[in-house]
């Protein structure tokens, strides 16, 4: 692969020797790469400081072993996860996702990403992100609050309210978080914000569980107003997946004017031509803990098909990943653009492949990369340790206004950076070079140690 500058592309053969086969991680830094191009051409002071063969070492590696003991007396065995990639800007913060999927590729991109997503929030936040390979699925409560306290026994050696601050991600929502911060507490005897995505009865903060899905959205509606003088008004839209973001960009969607007509899970797809009904998604999923498939048993006009990338051959006019990494590719893409797809814009981290997003932008349709448009989550997090920081709790209009803000910011500076360094309307630039530029910056005050 040939870079045109020299650095980047002696950077990039490193991490690629030190990192073989960690492919998700290695598209992450690529694409991060590309766009620094213009900007360590013209800011020399980079290179000099070995800004970027930093950037893309973490400063922390964790993997550990978690046992546990399921419902059948049998001993199980995990493999536990904390990346702690750069507190040049504040602490270690970012999810934890349980999946089997889950290994130190994922978590390194996800780690390193989060980098960029952080400091675009415009709050005091470093990059982390964590997680394990177990499957929370059809796993019992018992198990799962089980495997919890045995997650956190090991990762609270790591983390600390001004340390590193983990939060949900795929698979890790407000039952997982409470369990954990159970643990921590036991363990610590110290009642701290050492986790976010808390629940509202112990120091969570309002909005946090809409926080992902409405900021998309916010961030979505900013896109198309400034670049094209669109809204969500009469808008179909297609949303994957049918976890915590799915859902909360569903209902802010449809309340910005749009018509949510699809989700999926990673069996298969709904479509209701009709437009989603919220309450019947979030009753299976919130409530039950079931399948996507079940809602068309409940909701006269819809229909499941089964496989999850045909959702993208569904008609609409602006389209939200929002499952997970690569679910979006070449083919999906070509089938949105030749059905006239005006706004794709990303909920989930890295889903959209290389090749679709050189579609997307190579047919003129406007692309919100994923480090801007679903860092309201995050963002909300930062919201949430402020809270508890100063033992308040805000309203949740207040910070609702506060995400909405972010969110109009973030597409903003993404794009007066990428129109800064010529290249106008291309938002991935944008967000990675105005995330970088503060890391950089704050790397070069803090100096090296030798
Ligand atoms: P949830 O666990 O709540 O939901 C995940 C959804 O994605 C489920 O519908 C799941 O389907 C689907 N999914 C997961 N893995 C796959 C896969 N391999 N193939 C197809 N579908 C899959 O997670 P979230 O909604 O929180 O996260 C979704 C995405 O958003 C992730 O990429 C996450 O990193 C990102 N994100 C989350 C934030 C948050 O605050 N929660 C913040 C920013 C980004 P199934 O049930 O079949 O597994
Ligand atoms: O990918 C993400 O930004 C998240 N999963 C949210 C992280 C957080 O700390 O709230």
């Known amino acids: 692969m040939a870079f045109k500058s020299e650095y980047l592309t002696k950077v990039y053969d490193k991490v690629c020797q030190r990192n073989k086969g960690e492919e998700e991680f290695l598209q992450a830094v690529r694409e991060v790469l590309e766009s620094l191009e213009p900007v ?3 800011r020399p002071e980079i290179e000099k400081n070995g800004i970027i063969e930093r950037l893309v070492e973490p400063e922390r590696f964790i993997q550990f072993r978690v046992p546990w003991v399921d419902d059948n007396g049998n001993v199980q ?7 702690q990639f750069n507190s040049a800007i504040g602490p270690y913060k970012g999810g934890l996702r349980l999946h089997p999927t889950v290994c130190a590729s994922v978590i390194k ?34 198990e799962v609050m089980r495997f919890c306290q045995s997650f956190m026994t090991e990762l609270s050696k790591h983390i600390g309210a001004d340390t590193d601050v983990p939060a949900g991600d795929i698979g890790v929502g407000a039952r997982e978080i409470g369990y954990m911060f159970g643990q921590y507490k036991r363990l610590r005897n110290e009642f701290t914000g050492v986790l976010t995505g808390k629940g509202l009865s112990y120091g969570g903060s309002l909005a946090r569980t809409e926080a992902t899905g409405y900021g998309l959205c916010y961030f979505t509606d900013e896109m198309i107003k400034c670049m094209k003088n669109e809204s969500f008004k009469g808008k179909t839209v297609v949303i994957s997946g049918s976890g915590n973001v799915a859902i909360y960009a569903t209902q802010k969607a449809t309340e910005l004017g749009g018509k949510v007509v699809a989700l999926s899970d ?10 989603i009904n919220l309450d019947v998604v979030k009753q299976i999923k919130e409530v039950e803990r079931g399948r996507i498939k079940e809602y068309v048993d409940r909701v006269q006009g819809a229909t499941y098909t089964e496989g999850c990338k045909g959702i993208w051959t569904i008609k609409c006019d602006i389209a ?57 989550g995050v963002a909300t997090s930062a919201l949430e340790m402020s809270q508890n920081s100063e033992r ?25 950076a990428a129109e800064k360094y010529g290249m106008k309307g291309n ?11 503060k890391v950089a910056d704050a790397m070069m005050w803090q100096g090296v140690a030798y």
Request: hydrophobic letters at 40%; charged letters at 20%.
């Open 266 to 275: 990673s069996n298969g797809y709904i479509y209701d031509p009709n437009g």
């Open 392 to 416: 308040l709790s805000w309203t949740f209009e207040e910070v609702d206004a506060k995400l909405k803000n972010i969110m109009v910011n973030i597409f903003h500076n993404s794009y007066n």
């Open 40 to 42: 360590v051409e013209q």
């Open 109 to 142: 991109f996800l780690g390193f990403e989060q980098i960029f997503k952080n400091s675009l929030t415009g709050l005091p936040i470093g990059g982390g992100k964590g997680g394990s390979d177990f499957d929370p699925k059809g796993k019992s409560d018992n």
């Open 427 to 437: 938002l991935v630039a944008g967000a990675n070079i105005a995330g970088f530029d």
């Open 77 to 83: 065995v995990n493999r536990g996860f904390r990346v």
């Open 320 to 376: 939200l990943p929002c499952a997970t990494q690569n679910e979006l590719d070449g083919e999906s893409a070509d089938a949105l653009i030749k059905n006239g797809v005006i706004a794709v814009a990303e909920g989930a981290n890295m889903p959209s492949t290389p090749e679709a997003i050189e579609k997307f932008q190579a047919a003129g349709v406007m692309f919100g990369p994923a480090k801007a448009a679903n860092a309201g």
